[in-house]
């Protein structure tokens, strides 16, 4: 179980390399060419917060996902106070247009 996100790190590691190398590749010789050390630690910091946040994102989202599936109750009613919402608009527009 411990070794569980370290598999599904390298699992994601592999499946993103092809798109990400390239672009890594061209940074790290940038940076290189730049030979500014302190510019190579933001800018590969800066990838690799890139790299993680769509996974920080999906992870997050996972964890609301019962406290959203507990609001259905509440969602019964998303229609008819569309509907009343709909009408009393339609009505308004309406008595506007003749008066």
């Known amino acids: 179980r411990a070794l569980a996100p370290l598999a599904a790190g390298l699992a994601f590691g592999l499946a993103a390399s092809p798109c990400t190398t390239p672009v890594l590749a061209v940074l790290l010789a940038w940076i290189a060419q730049a030979g ?11 990838f690799a917060a890139g790299q993680v946040m ?23 009613w998303v229609p008819p106070i569309s509907g009343v919402v709909l009408l009393a608009t339609g009505t308004l527009t309406l008595l506007a247009r003749w008066g």
């Open 36 to 46: 500014d050390p302190l510019a190579g630690v933001v800018l590969l910091t800066a």
């Open 54 to 76: 769509p996974l920080l994102l999906a992870g997050t989202a996972a964890a609301w996902v019962p406290r959203l599936l507990a609001l259905r109750a509440l969602g019964q």
